[in-house]
C-alpha cells in the first residue's frame, strides 16, 4: 500500500485489493515556525530590489517574537512575546539603515511549551545602483550606472538563459556615474550574433558583491 503526503493527501492507498490492516506506521508530526527561503538575497536600493517580503507560518496558537538583526547585531524588533492562533503573518519594514548581511529572526513558543526558532538572512548593498542601456544596441552596448563607494566591477553578457558569453576584464572604479562598453564582440573577437541578450553588472566593494542585470537587443551592423 503506498499513499503520498506532502501538508495534504496527495493520492490515495494504491493497492489493487484495497486497503489492508496497518501493522507498522511512520508517524510524523510537525511543530514549529517556518519561513520560506527570502525572495530576494540581495537588497540595492533600487524601486525593484528594495523591499524584502518577510512573513513567517505557525502550525499551533504560539507565542512569537520576530525580529530583524542587522550587521551591527542591533535587533529592529517587529513583535515581542505577542500571542498568534495558527496562520501566516507578514511583515513590512523598510529603514535599513546598516549595509551588510541581515537576518530575519523568528522565535515562537506554543501552546505544548515547544520553542523553535528559523533564521533567514539577506543583504543589503547599496554600491550599485541605477543599471541602465539602450535597448537597442548596434555593434556595441554601453551599460550605465551608478557607485556609491568605490568598487571593482566586471561585465558579462550572457544569454536569456544565463551562459556567458563574454566577461569582461574588472576595473577598479571610483564612486559616482559610471559606464562599461562590450564592443560587441565574443572572447576570440569574432562579432556576436544580433539577439537578445543580457547585460550583468557585478560590483565587489568593502561591504560585499552586489549585481545587477538587464536584456537589451544586439544588432550586428
Known sequence: MAVAFDGQLLNRPSDPGGERA????????YFGVFAAQLPLPLLNG????????????????SKVTAQLIGPDNVPRVLEAGVSHPPGSYPFAFTNYDAEGTWHWNVQATDDLGR???????????????GLSAPQLARGRATFRFTLSRA????????????VVMRAV??????????SLVWDGRL??????YSGTYVGHVFASSSVGTSDLALQFVFRRG
Open 22 to 29: 496497518v501493522k507498522e506506521a511512520l508517524l510524523v508530526q
Open 169 to 178: 576584464a574588472p576595473v577598479a572604479l571610483q564612486s559616482g556615474a559610471q
Open 187 to 192: 572572447p576570440l573577437g569574432t562579432k556576436a
Open 46 to 61: 533600487d524601486p525593484s530590489r528594495s523591499v524584502e517580503p518577510l512573513s513567517y507560518k505557525i502550525v499551533r496558537p
Open 115 to 129: 520553542a523553535s526558532t528559523i533564521d533567514r538572512t539577506f543583504r543589503y548593498d547599496t554600491t550599485l545602483k
Open 151 to 162: 568598487a571593482k566591477v566586471r561585465l558579462q553578457i550572457e544569454t536569456k538563459t544565463g
